[in-house]
Each structure stands twice: as structure tokens, then as C-alpha cells.
């Protein structure tokens, strides 16, 4: 069920009303939550929530384990099982055919004529996001910085709360789990928390619907389909197109995400901050996939070293490379997350010599240079393989000129920028002042909006993350 589909036009309202009738009864309502978070999964493929609840039940025994375990081997043996196990998961659906044929491609430039075999299991949807988020817990009660959760109901909600299943924010026991334990009380029905569920859920379908679909439809899919065949002033609107389409598509999801868990009485965390403001790469991705990169740090960039040992260029590559391949299993993917590697390290390098009081214009030129730099990452990110790269490049650098792109599209790129590089405080504002509209006002205006999304809807086009 896609966020921006008929279903979940019916799917999110009756949750919330089913919400509010229990709202008083925390085990009931915690209950129906979970069945909603299973329906709503097993509205893709039914079988595949056995993976969840199978994941969901080895954890939340390790967990139990890890708590009243003293031994360390012990401890250390039943963390590995955890590793193991949903990495183990993890890499059968998602890697498993990625290494066999990068295998059988070794072995052919070896001489060797073998034919390893590959299965044709489909990628449960929202594996790596789930994976990460039960990794975390048990990473957690491992280090004892959480104590273990004894409910299973409660653990199952917080593995499976169906806002951010699919493709986050990655959410942390220690941010999730004491919500499920701290009753909010009366139902909060105030405006402030509705208009800010409902704005955000709004906004997000915006993104969504109005940019990211469109500008895949209109230009973006359509060049980079067939590179050679467009011009390269097409070649560069499409990759620019690309970079906010994605942004779009994956901000507009955690939109929805976070609104539809703030109108169920949940706080869970932002995961963008308007990346291409950013005035190095460094910062870029304090504000992109937010909840991703602080886990890569936490869970895997400090563990390694970090800055320590004067290692920290092995570990920011380990951690990037990791990183790009935890967003897709291909060869494009991994040099993604090794360039970024490759960019965090040049950018500390540079912060070194770098002036806190330096004009406004080098900021500028900071902020161009970094977005131009992730700009040519998203070529790796978005090609299906090292042929297209190459076919995009080489005809990129035939510096041939002319356009087939509609003006139209390119006025909706321009709006998408406009949006995205807004002052915070003047969208801040004009949230404001909706805010303080009467109820009946809002109301028409989210209905004509419901109208006006739907008109201009592509076809409920899935979101970009759900792939990873």
C-alpha cells in the first residue's frame, strides 16, 4: 500500500479513528496498531510478514537473554547470533545474486567456466529499514544502554509501526520503546498536534505527487532512458531533475511518515533538513537520510575507531562503502557510497584551513560546489549499471546542444529549487498563519487539495526507497 494510493486514503482515517476510540485503553490501542502495521505490510505480499515476525521474535528473545546474561562470551555469542541471523536474512534477499554474479565474472576472467546458481526470491520491501532498526536494539541492550523489552507486543509495534516500516526514518528503541510505555493520557486534540500531523502529511504528498512524479514522468525517467539520444543541456536538466526528485520522493515520504505518527500520538525523528543548502559534504549528510547516517556513525563508523588512531580515512571509506551498498546491490551503488567516502574525506581536509567568518560569497560558492559534487554521485545512484554510466558520460560530453524538455517541466524544476532553497523562516511563516485559520477553512483546504493531488497523481508511482 503506497502512502499516495486510494487505500490508504481509507487505510490512514479509520486507523486514526480507531485510535481515538482506544486511546484510553494503551494495551488495546498498542494492539490494534500492531494488526494495522501487519495489514497494512501484507497489503504487498502476505508472506513476507513472516520475516518480520520472525525477526521480531529472535530479537525480542536475544533481548531478554542479553539482559539477564553476566557471562561476556555469552553475551558476545548472542549479539553474533542476532548479527548473524538478520544479516544473514538481509543478504540472502537482497546480496545473494549481486556476489554470485560478480563471482561467476571473477571466475570468467580467471578462464574458468562455471555458472554459480542465483534464486528468483522477490526483495521483501522495507528489509534493510526493519533489519537496522532491530540491529540497533539489540546493539543497544548488547552495550547495556537500553534495558531489554520484556512486552513482546510492545517490541512487535516498535519493529513493525507501519508510518515508517517501508522506508523509515529508521527509528531506536530507546526513542520508540518508553513512548509505548508512557500513556499520553487524554486524547491531545488540539489544534497545534492536528495541524501539525495533517500539514505534514499534506506537505509530504506534495513533494510526492506534485514534484517527484511529475518531474520523473515529464522529463527525468524519459533521458535517462536513453541518454545518447538527448542532448547534453537534457542530459544535465535530467540529472538536476533527478536530484530533486529523489529528495521529493524520499523527504515526502518521511513527511507522511512523521505526520501520520504525530496524528497517533507518536514522535519519531526528521530525517532531512534541506541537504543541498549544505556547505560542504560533511554537513550534507548531517541533513540527508538523517536517521541512516547517524546510524552508519553510531553502529558502525565509531565501533571501527572513528577519528581514532589516525584511521579515520579507512573507516569513513568501510562506512560509506557500506552505506552505498545498503541502498542497493550493485557495482554503481558501492562506488556511490565510496565517492561520498572519498568527498568526507577531501572535506575534512579542507575544514582544516577553512574561515567560520569567511563573506557571503565563499559560502555561496561552498554551497554550489557541494551540491554539484552530490549532484554527479546521484549519476552513480541513478544509472542501472556501469554501461549506462558510461553512455550517459559519453554523451553528456559531446557538449551537443538543443532542447526536447517542455519549458513546463523546466518551470516545475525551478519551483521544486525555489521551494527547497526557501528561508526555513518564511515557510515557517506561512505555516503559521494556516495554522491560525478556522477549522473549517483548513478543512476545505485539505479536501481541495485531496482533489487537486489526486487530478495530477501519476498513476500511485511507488516511492523510490521502497527498492532498498
Given at each position: 500500500m503506497n502512502f499516495n494510493s486510494a487505500e490508504f486514503l481509507v487505510f490512514l482515517p479509520l486507523v486514526l479513528l480507531l485510535n481515538a476510540a482506544l486511546f484510553g485503553r494503551t494495551r488495546a490501542r498498542h494492539l490494534m496498531l500492531l494488526v494495522a502495521s501487519y495489514a497494512f505490510y501484507m497489503t504487498w505480499n502476505w508472506k513476507y510478514a513472516g520475516l518480520i515476525a520472525g525477526s521480531t521474535l529472535i530479537d525480542y528473545v536475544i533481548g531478554l537473554k542479553l539482559g539477564g546474561a553476566q557471562d561476556p562470551r555469552l553475551r558476545r555469542t548472542l549479539l553474533i547470533v542476532s548479527l548473524c541471523v538478520n544479516l544473514g536474512v538481509l543478504a540472502l534477499f537482497k546480496y545473494f545474486n549481486f556476489f554470485v554474479?560478480?563471482?561467476?565474472?571473477?571466475?570468467?576472467?580467471?578462464?574458468?567456466?562455471?555458472?554459480?546458481?542465483?534464486?528468483?526470491?522477490?526483495?521483501?520491501?522495507?528489509?534493510?529499514?526493519?533489519?537496522?532498526?532491530?540491529?540497533?536494539?539489540?546493539?543497544?541492550?548488547?552495550?547495556?544502554?537500553?534495558?531489554?523489552?520484556?512486552?513482546?507486543?510492545?517490541?512487535?509495534?516498535?519493529?513493525?509501526?507501519?508510518?515508517?516500516?517501508?522506508?523509515?526514518?529508521?527509528?531506536?528503541?530507546?526513542?520508540?520503546?518508553?513512548?509505548?510505555?508512557?500513556?499520553?493520557?487524554?486524547?491531545?486534540?488540539?489544534?497545534?498536534?492536528?495541524?501539525?500531523?495533517?500539514?505534514?502529511?499534506?506537505?509530504?504528498?506534495?513533494?510526492?505527487?506534485?514534484?517527484?512524479?511529475?518531474?520523473?514522468?515529464?522529463?527525468?525517467?524519459?533521458?535517462?532512458?536513453?541518454?545518447?539520444?538527448?542532448?547534453?543541456?537534457?542530459?544535465?536538466?535530467?540529472?538536476?531533475?533527478?536530484?530533486?526528485?529523489?529528495?521529493?520522493?524520499?523527504?515526502?515520504?518521511?513527511?507522511?511518515?512523521?505526520?501520520?505518527?504525530?496524528?497517533?500520538?507518536?514522535?519519531?525523528?526528521?530525517?532531512?533538513?534541506?541537504p543541498y543548502l549544505s556547505r560542504n559534504v560533511r554537513e550534507f549528510w548531517t541533513r540527508w537520510h538523517i536517521s541512516l547516517s547517524s546510524w552508519l556513525k553510531d553502529y558502525l563508523y565509531i565501533p571501527l575507531g572513528g577519528n581514532r588512531g589516525g584511521?579515520?580515512?579507512?573507516?569513513?571509506?568501510?562506512?560509506?562503502?557500506?552505506?552505498?551498498?545498503?541502498?542497493?546491490?550493485?557495482?554503481?551503488?558501492?562506488?556511490?557510497?565510496?565517492?561520498?567516502?572519498?568527498?568526507?574525506?577531501?572535506?575534512?581536509?579542507?575544514?582544516?584551513?577553512?574561515?567560520?567568518?569567511?563573506?557571503?560569497?565563499?559560502?555561496?560558492?561552498?554551497?554550489?560546489?557541494?551540491?554539484?559534487?552530490?549532484?554527479?554521485?546521484?549519476?552513480?545512484?541513478?544509472?542501472r549499471d556501469m554501461d549506462h554510466f558510461a553512455e550517459f558520460v559519453g554523451a553528456f560530453t559531446s557538449f551537443s546542444g538543443g532542447s526536447v524538455i517542455h519549458p513546463a517541466a523546466v518551470g516545475l524544476l525551478g519551483l521544486a529549487a525555489f521551494v527547497h532553497f526557501t528561508p526555513r523562516a518564511a515557510a515557517d511563516e506561512l505555516w503559521k498563519r494556516w495554522a491560525h485559520l478556522p477549522e473549517v477553512a483548513q478543512a476545505a483546504g485539505y479536501a481541495l487539495a485531496i482533489v487537486v493531488l489526486c487530478g495530477v497523481s501519476v498513476d500511485a508511482a511507488v516511492f523510490i526507497y521502497f527498492q532498498f
Open positions: 554474479e560478480s563471482t561467476d565474472s571473477v571466475l570468467t576472467l580467471l578462464g574458468l567456466d562455471v555458472t554459480l546458481p542465483t534464486h528468483s526470491l522477490l526483495l521483501p520491501v522495507g528489509i534493510s529499514f526493519y533489519t537496522f532498526q532491530t540491529l540497533s536494539y539489540t546493539i543497544d541492550v548488547y552495550w547495556r544502554r537500553i534495558a531489554p523489552e520484556r512486552d513482546l507486543g510492545r517490541f512487535a509495534l516498535f519493529v513493525s509501526f507501519f508510518p515508517q516500516l517501508v522506508a523509515g526514518p529508521i527509528v531506536r528503541a530507546s526513542d520508540f520503546l518508553p513512548q509505548l510505555h508512557h500513556a499520553p493520557g487524554a486524547l491531545d486534540g488540539s489544534r497545534a498536534r492536528v495541524h501539525a500531523g495533517m500539514s505534514r502529511v499534506f506537505r509530504g504528498l506534495f513533494k510526492k505527487i506534485v514534484f517527484a512524479d511529475l518531474l520523473a514522468s515529464l522529463f527525468v525517467d524519459r533521458v535517462f532512458a536513453d541518454p545518447s539520444a538527448h542532448s547534453s543541456l537534457d542530459l544535465l536538466l535530467a540529472l538536476y531533475g533527478y536530484a530533486f526528485q529523489i529528495y521529493n520522493d524520499f523527504s515526502g515520504y518521511s513527511d507522511i511518515a512523521i505526520g501520520a505518527a504525530i496524528l497517533l500520538g507518536f514522535h519519531i525523528p526528521e530525517n532531512f533538513d534541506r584511521r579515520t580515512a579507512r573507516n569513513l571509506m568501510i562506512t560509506m562503502g557500506l552505506g552505498g551498498l545498503w541502498h542497493g546491490a550493485g557495482l554503481n551503488f558501492v562506488l556511490w557510497g565510496v565517492f561520498h567516502g572519498a568527498l568526507l574525506i577531501a572535506s575534512r581536509a579542507a575544514d582544516r584551513h577553512a574561515s567560520p567568518d569567511a563573506p557571503g560569497w565563499v559560502l555561496f560558492r561552498d554551497r554550489f560546489l557541494t551540491f554539484h559534487l552530490v549532484l554527479f554521485g546521484w549519476l552513480l545512484f541513478r544509472v
